[in-house]
């Protein structure tokens, strides 16, 4: 079994083959470029998976997936609205080649579970907080794709409700990713540094340079410094991020939670602080059974879960 | 197969066995009595799976469960604490008969996904808001136990973590049960009606003839009928319970949501209102697959669970 794994993202499509055993025989990249329309992409798709040698091709997009069928519900990154792109590459693959569409994050999740930081564990958090906080979740040794195919919306999970409660670009208020999302926190950091008060005089400004070039890894050094500003500001968002955490832990009692994104990823004492309010704030039996770990495979986490997914015949399409 | 299903609560012990079709075949019930040690309750149950003709072993119990070998961690209705439960009952059982245990609420839900009111769904999230608040979830068609058996436990994710906090029984602070839990809840209510203001002047006051008599469905009946007191209690507590629940169906996205428990089912202006703050509050796509039902089985919900998972091999406690 040859199977292909590929990590199709607004800029760039990735690719690789992988053996039975997730170990890597060759790889591809390229520009996504334009047009980007879905017929040329599964037509790239489908000469890859030719190319490679491929028994399986698995595609995780930046989508937001509608079913199991790889129908994309919305994908503002390739601007495809309502496109069967399962039902395309289907045409063009089957019978001769498996084929199955996940949701990007999802197929990380899965990558980090049979290849990464969470090799051997049946039940697995991830969650990445990057520009906005995506997860994805594996029970029982398995994908949870969930009832509609969008399983693992942690970031949307409400941690305001009152009315000071921040919108959200899915259109509601108070989710965590309006809050902890890193475009959100990078919006904020510039807003407060250039409206003077504490931000103003605060070291993260003198990191940076100007208010325009600051970012949360400015903000974090800052805080690891003492400086004031720094620290109130990442102990008003770790606990919003630590209870979103710590009530998916308290619901699922996984056995690892896997960790990435740049916001945590590059802000170790936003992340500390994370971990520390996590374990007051955790019921206590599922923290026990817990471990924390750093994502581990980088770009590669969607690939390899993607090939894995599709070589595991999760959700494969029809013709 | 006849699987025998067993509800092991700090009263009753009711049973029942089932055949592979959970068509009920016999049912018993009996008062658990004292003494209560655990040697004497499974040689009880052993008698009965004797008497009842069964090939599998099912049991429910009101316990928080320490791994998947029926080891009970602790049983405050029991009064058990580090009881290898499960291994005293296989030395009884097996080889002849499977047995399995299982937290009572995931029972109580598999019991619903198998033949109530969660019947065909693959994904399920049921959540009992009884004295206290527990769950269970079928995902993928499966049971998850979690890493350390103790998944669903929705009752102490956290709607508060500042220094208002209400302290919950689970030695943590600003669990959803320490606000809408029915002990705290009626607690809270009683308090209320004594210390004057508004509450001693409300029509649950009028209803329960006492604070001392007084309980929550008093206070939705009062809330029904326009009592302002009544209104604002169940105000500021149905979005706590409402906003849980939609975290929960967020990150999991099941297709049902089975709701049960005297919270829910005797105060159905409560239930309204919690209905109602989801809508607006639970991640759009999850909500739009989500259908909400009432609990169907009552108290036969964990026996016909219990016994099913037992025949399915769910969980079965080697010798």
Not at 69 to 96: C, E, I, M, N
Not at 111 to 132: F, K, S
Not at 156 to 174: F, I, L, N, Y
Not at 251 to 264: S, T
Request: proline share 4%; with cysteine.
């Amino acid at each position: 079994m040859r199977s292909l794994g590929i990590d199709l993202g607004g800029t760039h499509l990735r690719a690789a083959v992988f053996d039975a055993d997730h170990v890597k025989l060759a790889e591809h990249r390229e520009l996504v470029g334009e047009p980007r329309d879905p017929e040329r992409i599964a037509a790239r798709v489908a000469e890859l998976a030719t190319q490679l040698g491929a028994d399986a091709v698995g595609i995780g997009i930046a989508a937001m997936l509608r079913d199991a069928r790889g129908t994309v519900a919305s994908s503002p990154h390739l601007r495809w609205r309502d496109v069967p792109f399962g039902q395309l590459l289907a045409k063009r693959l089957r019978p001769k080649c498996k084929v199955g569409v996940y949701n990007d994050v999802n197929a990380i999740v899965f990558g980090e579970g049979v290849a990464g930081a969470a090799v051997g564990c049946r039940d697995v958090l991830g969650v990445y907080v990057g520009t906005g906080i995506g997860g994805g979740l594996i029970v029982n040794g398995a994908l949870v794709e969930g009832g509609s195919n969008c399983a693992g919306e942690i970031g949307h999970t409400k941690v305001v409700w009152d009315d000071t409660a921040m919108p959200c670009a899915c259109g509601q208020r108070g989710c965590v990713e309006a809050y902890v999302g890193g475009s959100y926190v990078q919006g904020r950091i510039r807003e407060e540094l250039r409206k003077g008060g504490k931000g103003a005089k605060s070291r993260a400004l003198e990191l940076a340079g100007s208010p325009e070039a600051a970012n949360p890894g400015h903000v974090d050094q800052a805080a690891a410094e003492g400086d004031e500003w720094a620290l109130g500001l990442w102990t008003e968002l770790a606990p919003l991020l630590a209870v979103t955490l710590g009530n998916a832990v308290a619901v699922l009692n996984p056995e690892r939670l896997v960790l990435g994104g740049g916001m945590l990823g590059r802000c170790p004492t936003f992340y500390d602080l994370v971990l520390t309010t996590m374990a007051v704030a955790t019921n206590g039996p599922s923290f026990d059974a817990l471990t924390i770990v750093q994502a581990a495979l980088g770009d590669d986490a969607g690939i390899v879960g993607a090939a894995s997914l599709a070589a595991r015949d999760v959700s494969i399409i029809s013709m």
